[in-house]
């Protein structure tokens, strides 16, 4: 069982940053996959980002590629979301997945935070 509890959102006008953190509990954190989703007003639940095991290989939505960073610290059971250059259609609840298997797909993420909201002012 893994639980997760993400934070770091706000209100910040467009073109400025934010990191979001997510925090997980358990001692079989490095077991997992994380992945970074975003739920929009209205808008099916999307893939933003994910890191593997280990910290190495990484994988973005086209739309957030080149702005967004996703990382992880296994001594600290935290993943976080460098996100530069934001803008209005950034906005959205961003939640934090943990998978066993790389995948993009929301569907094959087992566990889920409770989400933190984050709004781009134009």
């Known amino acids: 069982q893994v639980q997760l509890v993400e934070s770091g959102g706000g209100l910040v006008q467009a073109g400025g940053s934010l990191r979001l953190s997510c925090a997980a509990s358990?001692?079989?954190?490095?077991?997992?996959?994380m992945g970074w989703f975003r739920q929009a007003p209205g808008k099916e639940r999307e893939f933003v980002a994910a890191?593997?095991?280990?910290?190495?290989?990484?994988s973005y939505a086209d739309s957030v590629k080149g702005r967004f960073t996703i990382s992880r610290d296994n001594a600290k059971n935290t993943v976080y979301l460098q996100m530069n250059s934001l803008k209005p259609e950034d906005t959205a609840v961003y939640y934090c997945?943990?998978?066993?298997?790389?995948?993009?797909?929301?569907?094959?993420?087992?566990?889920w935070g409770q989400g933190t909201k984050v709004t781009v002012s134009s």
């Open positions: 997945a943990a998978s066993r298997v790389a995948t993009t797909r929301k569907g094959d993420y087992d566990y």
């Open positions: 890191i593997s095991w280990r910290g190495g290989p990484t």
């Open positions: 358990g001692r079989t954190f490095s077991s997992y996959v």
